[in-house]
């Protein structure tokens, strides 16, 4: 299975880079995730449980960061066990480039899932794996730009014109961890 994509986060890149390197942003942000546990400066172990229909697993992994070059780019490296259900791992690349003042995330992301997990079909492990992705960087998003308050978004949206506003940026290499955390957590917890 391979995942690419891009998204844009209303911060500087060395604030996303550090959020994504951050564990207690990281847990705030997996869905079903139990524990992120920095082992050493390249290697996270990540404890996720998930329901998928009458199936729960919990699944235990290492994500492992290759070939970093703060805050520019990283491949990340996922493997992890759910007992019964199954294995995944994959692999991301991801990368952060500056746009203005906000941060473009681009990945691409293999993952190979086994076990019942494998048996499952690759369109519902697809959609629980972008389902877990779009609710790891809709939490990213909010906690690394916090919203304005309301007065401040009442000002800018009559100050602004609708033509002229951007969505916010999301950082790549959590993107690209989200997604290869989904597929690969996704795909075992499907089985």
């Given at each position: 299975?391979?995942?690419?994509g891009?998204?844009?986060?209303?911060?500087?890149?060395?604030?996303?880079?550090?959020?994504?390197?951050?564990?207690?942003?990281?847990?705030?942000?997996?869905?079903?995730c139990?524990?992120?546990?920095?082992?050493?400066?390249?290697?996270?172990?990540?404890?996720?449980?998930?329901?998928?229909?009458?199936?729960?697993?919990?699944?235990?992994?290492?994500?492992?960061?290759?070939?970093a070059?703060?805050?520019?780019?990283?491949?990340?490296?996922?493997?992890g066990?759910?007992?019964?259900?199954?294995?995944?791992?994959?692999?991301?690349?991801?990368?952060?480039?500056?746009?203005?003042?906000?941060?473009?995330?681009?990945?691409s992301?293999?993952?190979?899932?086994?076990?019942?997990?494998?048996?499952?079909?690759s369109?519902?492990?697809?959609?629980?794996?972008?389902?877990?992705?779009?609710?790891?960087?809709?939490?990213?998003?909010?906690?690394?730009?916090?919203?304005?308050?309301?007065?401040?978004?009442?000002?800018?949206?009559?100050?602004?014109?609708?033509?002229?506003?951007?969505?916010?940026?999301?950082?790549?290499?959590v993107y690209?961890?989200?997604?290869?955390?989904?597929?690969?957590?996704?795909?075992?917890l499907?089985?």
């Amino acid at each position: 299975m391979q995942i690419t994509g891009s998204q844009s986060i209303a911060a500087p890149r060395h604030q996303v880079w550090a959020a994504l390197n951050d564990p207690v942003i990281l847990k705030g942000c997996l869905p079903g995730c139990e524990s992120v546990e920095r082992v050493s400066p390249e290697l996270f172990r990540v404890v996720v449980v998930s329901a998928i229909g009458p199936l729960r697993a919990k699944f235990n992994g290492d994500l492992r960061l290759t070939q970093a070059q703060p805050p520019e780019s990283c491949v990340m490296v996922f493997e992890g066990q759910g007992g019964a259900v199954g294995f995944g791992k994959g692999q991301a690349t991801v990368e952060l480039l500056d746009v203005g003042s906000a941060t473009e995330l681009r990945y691409s992301a293999q993952a190979q899932v086994g076990g019942k997990l494998a048996q499952i079909g690759s369109r519902l492990i697809d959609s629980v794996a972008r389902k877990m992705s779009d609710d790891f960087f809709e939490a990213f998003r909010k906690l690394v730009v916090p919203a304005p308050s309301p007065s401040i978004t009442a000002e800018a949206d009559t100050a602004t014109p609708a033509s002229a506003k951007r969505s916010s940026v999301v950082p790549v290499w959590v993107y690209a961890a989200a997604a290869v955390t989904a597929v690969v957590l996704g795909g075992v917890l499907l089985r």
